[in-house]
């Protein structure tokens, strides 16, 4: 796997996965049943991860 950012060819070294919610799955019941999800895998090289990592620190300490 490579960097998902645009302008990087650099192999990726770190993953992260989120569950997303499926608006496409037909047995998305709203208010009767759970969604649908799926696992969304966005993988990142070394520099491009530290970035995401301390955007997300950096909004943490915002939000307390």
């Known amino acids: 796997m490579i960097c998902i950012k645009d302008d990087c ?3 990726a070294s770190a993953t992260m996965a989120e569950d997303v919610l499926d608006v496409t799955a037909t047995d998305n ?4 049943e759970e969604p649908t999800f799926k696992k969304a895998n966005i993988a990142y090289c070394k520099e491009h991860f530290q970035e ?3 955007v997300l620190a950096n909004s943490r300490a915002i939000k307390e």
Do not use: L
Request: glycine content about 0%; cysteine-free.
């Open 9 to 11: 060819n650099k192999p």
């Open 29 to 32: 019941k709203w208010v009767t």
């Open 52 to 54: 995401m990592m301390d």
